[in-house]
């Protein structure tokens, strides 16, 4: 069982930065590919990136439009993952979600057995 709870989340202005934390509980973290997903009002849930941990070397995966502009990290150590957002406009507002499967790695939210409760993601024009 592994339990997430993510903070960072807040109101920005657009071309801001927000830095998001997913703390997850449990001894195999590192066994764990990590993700973040968003969802908007109204929208469906989507893929924002991915990091998966193998051989020592992290493996970040993105959607396209994040653009260069944000970047997953995670500390093995701390049992958490990082999303550094840069540059953010409105239509980056949603709700972040953070994510942990022990599969491959997957863009899908059917891919991923656990959840954190969201923080949410405000910018303003």
């Known amino acids: 069982q592994v339990q997430l709870v993510e903070s960072g989340g807040g109101l920005v202005q657009a071309g801001g930065s927000l830095r998001l934390s997913c703390a997850a509980s449990g001894r195999t973290f590192s066994r764990y590919t990590m993700a973040w997903f968003r969802q908007a009002p109204g929208k469906e849930r989507e893929f924002v990136a991915r990091?998966?941990?193998?051989?020592?070397?992290?493996?970040?995966f993105y959607a396209d439009f994040v653009r260069g502009r944000f970047t997953i990290s995670r500390d093995n150590a701390k049992n958490t993952v990082y999303l550094q957002m840069n540059s953010l406009q409105p239509e980056d507002t949603a709700d972040y979600y953070c994510?942990?499967?022990?599969?491959?790695?997957?863009?899908?939210?059917?891919?991923?057995?656990?959840w954190g409760q969201g923080t949410q993601v405000t910018v303003s024009s």
């Open positions: 990091i998966s941990w193998s051989g020592g070397r992290t493996l970040p």
């Open positions: 994510a942990a499967d022990d599969s491959n790695g997957s863009n899908s939210p059917l891919g991923y057995h656990y």
